[in-house]
């Protein structure tokens, strides 16, 4: 099955992947497409190359440097983007707070960071869970009391994704204890050099700090940096999540892997693999999956852009998404057998023990599973699709 986009679409998706071509340094896309980390001065540098063009944020509204796109466009800039292996932008800043201070923020707010991130000078990191509150959000217990013109905050988030080299975090804190759950929490945005705040790293599987545990011990933040109305911070959050609901599909992604498995099963056959008509089979079945995944997508993308609500439905495309990419995932194993074994030769400075395109199989492999639970687990997504969509 193909969807047929119009005719301004196939433009656009000229003008992205020439913009690519002229402007994506060769040997960063390389790196990308191995699966490799890529460095923060190439991250600072695409990120700066995209807005000059005005496509670091396309998706923000035009009044704070964005392009007001629709999330059918948005799609398929993500689509060329992967297509092109550039490195993906740090998503705390440009699809999570970025938009909410744009909704949210006062003016002055708007003025302080909004420049900051388009152009890279300014990282985030998001402090949602802790200790006792992941899928019950609702229940943290980080708390902020007034005290003249700042807040003090007391307490602890967890699984803070790149904590260490991250300029601000924004929190959400607990800034009236007496009121029920979600009513009495505010959203925060603090400056990670606050006196008080002490990070500590948790390492993953490969032996990286892919997270952190961040402490908060009697930190004085300024009320001015309350994104929204005091108490009033479970609706920007919920905004927040709202923003990117409907892009959790992995769409992009996923193409772009499975462009990858194709390739990989080419280069395996031409070296003389016998890899039997199962692995072909497996490769054709994840085809149709991401097929009908981009369907599903482009038909709520559509149908959010023409005014319509979208309810529950994208946890259909988490839930298949995260699915998806693990299948692939899979599939690569399969097919480089031994030679992915090692899980990092970066982190483990040793050459790779097979071709450069297995190196880092293992890895994505084991990276990808997070995405079961980052962003809600798929657990969670289960009772939502049950109850919401099927209404069982
Ligand atoms: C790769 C990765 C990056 C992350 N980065 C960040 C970050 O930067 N900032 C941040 O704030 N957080 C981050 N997180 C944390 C993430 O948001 C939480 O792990 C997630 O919300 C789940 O919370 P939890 O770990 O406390 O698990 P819990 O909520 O305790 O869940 C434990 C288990 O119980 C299941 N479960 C829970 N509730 C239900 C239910 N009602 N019905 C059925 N089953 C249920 C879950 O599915 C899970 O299997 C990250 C997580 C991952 C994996």
Redesign the pocket.
């Given at each position: 099955m193909q969807i047929k986009l119009n005719n301004e679409d196939r433009l656009f998706r000229e003008e992205v992947s020439t913009f690519t071509q002229n402007n994506l340094d060769p040997a960063v896309a390389e790196r990308v497409k191995l699966g490799y980390y890529v460095d923060k001065e190439d991250e600072v540098s695409w990120t700066r190359s995209l807005n000059s063009k005005g496509w670091a944020a396309p998706h923000w509204p035009e009044a704070c440097g964005g392009q007001d796109w629709s999330m059918i466009r948005r799609h398929l800039f993500d689509i060329e983007m992967r297509k092109a292996h550039a490195p993906t932008l740090q998503g705390?800043g440009f699809n999570m707070v970025g938009p909410a201070i744009a909704k949210y923020g006062t003016t002055e707010q708007r003025a302080e960071y909004l420049p900051k991130i388009l152009n890279a000078d300014q990282s985030w990191?998001?402090?949602?869970?802790e200790p006792q509150?992941?899928?019950?959000?609702a229940s943290l217990r980080t708390q902020a009391v007034g005290d003249g013109d700042d807040y003090i905050v007391t307490g602890s988030?967890i699984?803070?994704?790149?904590a260490e080299k991250a300029d601000m975090i924004f929190i959400l804190v607990k800034t009236d204890i007496e009121t029920k759950a979600q009513l009495g929490i505010s959203f925060l945005l603090v400056d990670m050099k606050s006196p008080g705040i002490l990070i500590e790293p948790i390492l993953a599987f490969n032996g990286r700090r892919?997270?952190n545990q961040v402490f908060f011990d009697d930190v004085r933040v300024p009320k001015g940096n309350c994104l929204g109305e005091e108490n009033k911070g479970w609706a920007v959050a919920k905004n927040l999540l709202g923003n990117e609901r409907l892009m959790v599909s992995r769409v992009a992604e996923n193409r772009r892997l499975l462009g990858r498995v194709t390739d990989i099963i080419r280069q395996e056959i031409q070296q003389g693999s016998d890899l039997g008509p199962a692995v072909e089979q497996k490769l054709a079945m994840l085809d149709i999956r991401l097929q009908a995944l981009d369907a599903t997508a482009l038909r709520l993308l559509s149908r959010f852009d023409s005014g319509g609500s979208i309810g529950a439905e994208p946890s259909m495309l988490k839930l298949k998404g995260s699915q998806l990419i693990q299948d692939m995932d899979c599939l690569l194993f399969e097919v480089v057998t031994y030679y992915g074994l090692p899980l990092d030769s970066v982190q483990a400075e040793r050459d790779p023990i097979g071709p450069d395109y297995a190196d880092m199989i293992a890895n994505g492999l084991f990276h990808h599973r997070?995405y079961t639970?980052?962003?809600?687990?798929?657990?969670?997504q289960h009772?939502i699709i049950a109850k919401l969509v099927l209404g069982l």
């Open positions: 705390f990191c998001q402090g949602y869970s509150a992941g899928s019950d959000l988030k699984w803070t994704s790149a892919l997270w997070g639970i980052a962003g809600g687990s798929s657990e969670v009772n």
